[in-house]
Each structure stands twice: as structure tokens, then as C-alpha cells.
T-cell receptor
């Protein structure tokens, strides 16, 4: 249980185009989804937190007009990188938490397999 | 404020030897702690987690971790390393007091297993 998928797993695009990445919770309803960015050989950097039906909360320094996040349902969140540039090339990972369970069990995040974006 | 420190960005062990990956945390409230493993070009897989109760937590793939409040530590161990254990390991604490459920990650430890 608690499987999170991402699509696509990798994408190559030209500079100036927009790219959409999907994050789905396959066997549970995700109250909250998180989007991370990971640079080579580094830890994960939280970009934003999204709750179903409400606007995403972005971390300091993350451009919300550049990285559009939509969490339209309890099983799907999307990250759109608008007008992508080479510096946006990175590994993007989403995670989801169900919000179910007793006590602090609901704090567990389940991670997707990641999407590698290369902007030429 | 909560924080996580992973000592040793790179750890090398021989196959069959003990694996010890260190994690220390700082938290003003009872922490909720995690260890995740990341294989190349993949997402993070939950190894184990500590919530409350038993301080020795057993996870997948033979890993376990012990929560030591007095030492503010949550070190990850495995009695005998296998080649397939080579990966990046992340310790994290849930930022529960803020109500955001965000994680604070350590910087990661890359485990290399020598034949």
C-alpha cells in the first residue's frame, strides 16, 4: 500500500516551453502533497506544499509563477514548470501523506519515483 | 526549531560488515523520525520510522534504528552489509509543531559497500 506514482519519469524539452509533471497517490487519498527538487548529490529541497482544493504554499525563494502547482483532487497533484530554462533542469520528486491514521501516523510521507527534467 | 544532522556524507563498509549511519536531531517536542533510502535516479523509499513507544525500530531490508532521547540520536544500523545496500540514506524529522507536516531532511549519507 501507499504507492505514489509520477509521470513522466523523464522529460527533455526546449528552453521556453512548459512542462507538466503529474503526481498520483494510487491506493490512498492524499490530503497533502509535497513537491521537492533535488540537485545532483544533494538533499531534497522542499518547493511547495499543496492541500487538496486550496492554493499551494511555496517555500521562500521558490517562484510561484514559475512553478505552478495544482492539487485538484485527493489523488492528483501537478507541477507545471512554465517557460523552462536550462537552470530548471533537475530531479523533481513529489510525496503524499494520507492524513488518515491515529496520532502522528498521519505525518508519514510516501514518495514518488521522481521526474528528471532536462531543458535544452 | 527542529534540525537534523547526518554525520559523514560518505560511508564505506565491506560486504558483511556492520553498517552504522549516524543521525542526530534537535527538537523541542517529541520528534517523529524517519530513515529513507534512495537508489540512483529513484525516489525515496521508507526504511523505518519512530513515532512513540519502543525505541528500537525495525525496518525493511534488515535495517533498524534506535531512538535515544538522551543523545538526541536516531542512528541506522544493519548487522551485515550487502552489495545491494549501496545507496543514499536520508534521515528526516517531521516538523509537527508547525502543523504543516513538512519534513526536515538531513544532508544524506552515501553508503558504499566494498566487495
Amino acid at each position: 500500500g501507499a504507492v505514489v506514482s509520477q509521470h513522466p519519469s523523464w522529460v527533455i524539452c526546449k528552453s521556453g516551453t512548459s512542462v507538466k509533471i503529474e503526481c498520483r497517490s494510487l491506493d490512498f487519498q492524499a490530503t497533502t502533497m509535497f513537491w521537492y527538487r533535488q540537485f545532483p548529490k544533494q538533499s531534497l529541497m522542499l518547493m511547495a506544499t499543496s492541500n487538496e482544493g486550496s492554493k499551494a504554499t511555496y517555500e521562500q525563494g521558490v517562484e510561484k509563477d514559475k512553478f505552478l502547482i495544482n492539487h485538484a483532487s485527493l489523488t492528483l497533484s501537478t507541477l507545471t514548470v512554465t517557460s523552462a530554462h536550462p537552470e530548471d533542469s533537475s530531479f523533481y520528486i513529489c510525496s503524499a501523506r494520507s492524513g488518515l491514521g491515529s496520532g502522528r501516523a498521519k505525518e508519514t510521507q510516501y514518495f514518488g519515483p521522481g521526474t528528471r527534467l532536462l531543458v535544452l | 526549531a527542529q534540525s537534523v544532522t547526518q554525520l559523514g556524507s560518505h560511508v564505506s563498509v565491506s560486504e558483511g560488515a556492520l553498517v552504522l549511519l549516524r543521525c542526530n536531531y534537535s527538537s523541542s517536542v517529541p520528534p517523529y523520525l524517519f530513515w529513507y533510502v534512495q537508489y540512483p535516479n529513484q525516489g525515496l523509499q521508507l526504511l523505518l520510522k519512530y513515532t512513540t513507544g519502543a525505541t528500537l525500530v525495525k525496518g525493511i531490508n534488515g535495517f533498524e534504528a534506535e531512538f535515544k532521547k538522551s543523545e538526541t540520536s536516531f542512528h541506522l544500523t544493519k548487522p551485515s552489509a550487502h552489495m545491494s545496500d549501496a545507496a543514499e540514506y536520508f534521515c528526516a524529522v517531521s516538523e509537527s509543531p508547525s502543523g504543516t507536516y513538512k519534513y526536515i531532511f538531513g544532508t544524506g549519507t552515501r553508503l558504499k559497500v566494498l566487495a
